[in-house]
């Protein structure tokens, strides 16, 4: 069995018990499991006889709509001032909780973080990480257990999704024994792995193929890093969202390639270019020091940054930098 960080699980229990009105607050952009996680932590609370707001800046992305309690969530228009405690899940900095959390309204009550990002800066008064657990979904299980919350019903459910997402369905490097334990404990309370995996992972719209179609054209391969940009005209020309690239998966099961990145041009809120950059690496390989000194996060295997200007200019040299590091990587530097 892992071993947890018991002194600050035991200062998340403590923090749970001690309060009533919760704020939780999980990653803009949420994937499987961030909502899985808001939306279990928010069932947890429920059961204990707590009150909570559960927040995510970008809503409920739809192909998440069915997991149960997804109704509950709202973006930063139904965020209160005042709350006795603050739950962030599976955000590893403050900029990852986006607009749902306000400095001046929400500053004064304790900060709890619960994440497993390697990168986690550790912004909270109490931060529970676990970087051994491949999802926050995983991390609550434990939390639920001993609260004493049993994990029966849509909190089963809730927290398998993330466990699926976050893994791929157990395929990445990261699925230990104690994840599928996890996964086997989740599943003994009725969630189910078919219907999870065929509602998340296999559930890509069409449009998503044909974004393919467009952009694959253009992959490259060097010195066993490859890469995919994503243009504007591209997405319009598929009739598609940035949200509906979806590729990594298919990049990373490339064989001669060992790291795989995607680039998508985008503009922040000041209508500045931005690229938005998203790195995988094959078991051995890491690309998470790298993401972060870009100013992002994540995982060793998975991990991502958004960095000033256009595909032209900001690509080639995070390339480099990628190409660098997996040849250190390679010769064990
Ligand atoms: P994805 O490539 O699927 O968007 O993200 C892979 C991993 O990198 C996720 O764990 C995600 O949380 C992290 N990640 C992606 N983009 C960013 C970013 O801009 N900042 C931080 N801190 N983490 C990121
Ligand atoms: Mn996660």
């Known amino acids: 069995m892992i071993d947890l960080q018991e002194v600050h699980l035991s200062a998340v229990i403590d923090a749970v018990r001690a309060n009533q009105r919760f704020l939780c607050i999980s990653h803009v952009a949420p994937d499987g499991?961030?909502?899985?996680?808001?939306?279990?932590?928010?069932?947890?609370?429920?059961?204990?006889?707590?009150?909570?707001?559960?927040?995510?800046?970008?809503?409920?992305?739809?192909?998440?709509?069915?997991?149960?309690?997804a109704e509950r969530v709202v973006s930063a228009d139904g965020v209160g001032d005042v709350y006795d405690c603050i739950i962030v899940l599976d955000a590893s900095s403050p900029d990852r909780m986006g607009n749902v959390y306000r400095e001046d309204a929400h500053g004064k009550s304790p900060l709890v973080v619960i994440d497993h990002h390697v990168t986690n800066t550790y912004f909270g008064d109490v931060d529970w990480v676990e970087p051994r657990c491949a999802a926050v979904c995983q991390m609550l299980v434990y939390l639920a257990q001993r609260l004493g919350v049993s994990l029966r019903g849509n909190l089963a459910e809730d927290l398998l999704t993330g466990l699926v997402t976050d893994t791929l369905c157990f395929r990445t490097s990261n699925t230990t024994a104690d994840v599928l334990g996890a996964a086997t404990?989740?599943?003994?309370?009725?969630?189910?792995?078919?219907?999870?995996?065929?509602?998340?992972?296999?559930?890509?719209?069409?449009?998503?193929?044909?974004?393919?179609?467009?952009?694959?054209?253009?992959?490259?391969l060097a010195e066993r890093?490859?890469?995919v940009t994503v243009a504007p005209e591209q997405l319009a020309a598929a009739q598609?969202?940035?949200?509906?690239?979806?590729?990594?998966?298919?990049?990373?099961?490339?064989?001669?390639?060992?790291?795989?990145?995607?680039?998508?041009?985008?503009?922040?809120?000041?209508?500045?270019?931005?690229?938005?950059c998203s790195f995988r690496a094959k078991p051995g390989f890491n690309v998470s020091d790298t993401a972060f000194a870009l100013g992002g996060g994540g995982h060793p295997a998975a991990a991502g940054c958004t960095v000033p200007g256009t595909l032209e200019k900001a690509v080639p040299p995070i390339v480099a930098q990628l190409q660098q590091a997996r040849a250190q990587q390679a010769t064990g530097q």
């Open 225 to 227: 890093v490859l890469w």
């Open 240 to 276: 598609a969202t940035a949200g509906d690239l979806e590729l990594s998966s298919v990049l990373s099961a490339v064989a001669e390639a060992d790291i795989s990145a995607t680039f998508i041009q985008k503009t922040d809120e000041r209508k500045a270019p931005v690229v938005e």
């Open 185 to 220: 404990v989740l599943m003994e309370n009725g969630a189910q792995l078919s219907a999870i995996t065929a509602r998340t992972l296999n559930n890509k719209p069409f449009r998503s193929l044909k974004l393919w179609g467009e952009v694959l054209p253009g992959a490259r």
């Open 33 to 69: 499991d961030a909502v899985g996680s808001l939306l279990g932590m928010g069932e947890i609370l429920t059961m204990l006889g707590k009150e909570a707001t559960l927040a995510l800046a970008d809503g409920v992305p739809d192909n998440l709509t069915f997991l149960p309690g």
